[in-house]
């Protein structure tokens, strides 16, 4: 079964800093997305940036990047230039795409986001 | 603003009344979920349809019984809910239920049982 870990439950960055938050997954299967997800308090969960396993390069959000390192199986974001409006629930998720278009995602425990003014 | 709409924001109730949450998108998307998050951790997947055809039910008690009766809305039907059910219930969409696809999620309805 595949896992999804997030090693920092919690971070904090000065405003205007960059800050990087830690995924790491295993699974056995070679087909795969990843994705990071904001929830701030309001409650919604946001999706922030989409990581397809088979591209190698890095997506890139405006202020938001990945660090995909397929072989370590590690999904690191970037947040360059943190916002006030940052600061949230940040979920590091993934699905895969073998067995099916079915697949459940499947979400880290979490790392809480502060930004400092 | 989200796409996805969810009413009741708030829900409170009695273990023995029956209630129901809904969940609606106008975005064309052809598939929905519900999941369940407890506080401070991450979202657990319940039901997921698939062009209104139940296609996931990831073993969840028969107390909560959901109705897809269009493409653009799901209904998730509470009944003798217990207390451990308290959570926030969020309903997502995806434009297809192929794993590419991110799924947009509303606010969530935020279920208190007495």
């Known amino acids: 079964a595949q896992t999804v870990t997030q090693s920092q439950p919690e971070m904090s960055v000065q405003e205007a800093e960059t800050v990087t938050l830690s995924c790491t997954y295993d699974?056995?299967?070679?087909?795969?997305?990843l994705f990071w997800y904001k929830q701030p308090p309001s409650r919604q969960m946001i999706l922030v940036i989409r990581?397809?396993?088979?591209?190698?390069q890095n997506a890139t959000e405006n202020r938001f990047s990945v660090n995909f390192q397929k072989a370590a199986k590690s999904f690191s974001l970037k947040i360059s230039d943190s916002q006030l409006g940052d600061a949230a629930m940040y979920f590091c998720a993934y699905r895969s795409a073998e067995g099916g278009s079915q697949g459940n995602l499947i979400f880290g425990k979490g790392t809480k986001l502060s930004v400092k003014p | 603003d989200t796409e996805v709409t969810q009413t009741p924001k708030h829900l409170v109730m009695g273990m023995t009344n029956k209630k129901s949450l809904k969940c609606e998108q106008h975005m064309g998307h052809r598939a929905m979920y519900w999941y369940k998050q407890k506080a401070k951790k991450p979202p657990e997947l319940m039901f997921v349809?698939?062009?209104?055809?139940?296609?996931i039910n990831e073993s969840v008690p028969s107390r909560f019984s959901p109705e897809c009766p269009n493409s653009s809305l799901l209904n998730l039907h509470l009944h003798a809910l217990q207390p451990e059910d308290s959570a926030l219930y969020l309903c997502?969409?995806?434009?297809?239920?192929?794993?590419?696809?991110?799924?947009?999620f509303g606010d969530g309805t935020r279920l208190s049982i007495l």
């Open positions: 699974t056995s299967e070679s087909d795969y997305y």
């Open positions: 997502a969409s995806s434009s297809q239920p192929h794993p590419r696809q991110p799924q947009h």
């Open positions: 990581q397809e396993a088979y591209k190698q």
């Open positions: 349809y698939s062009y209104e055809k139940l296609s």
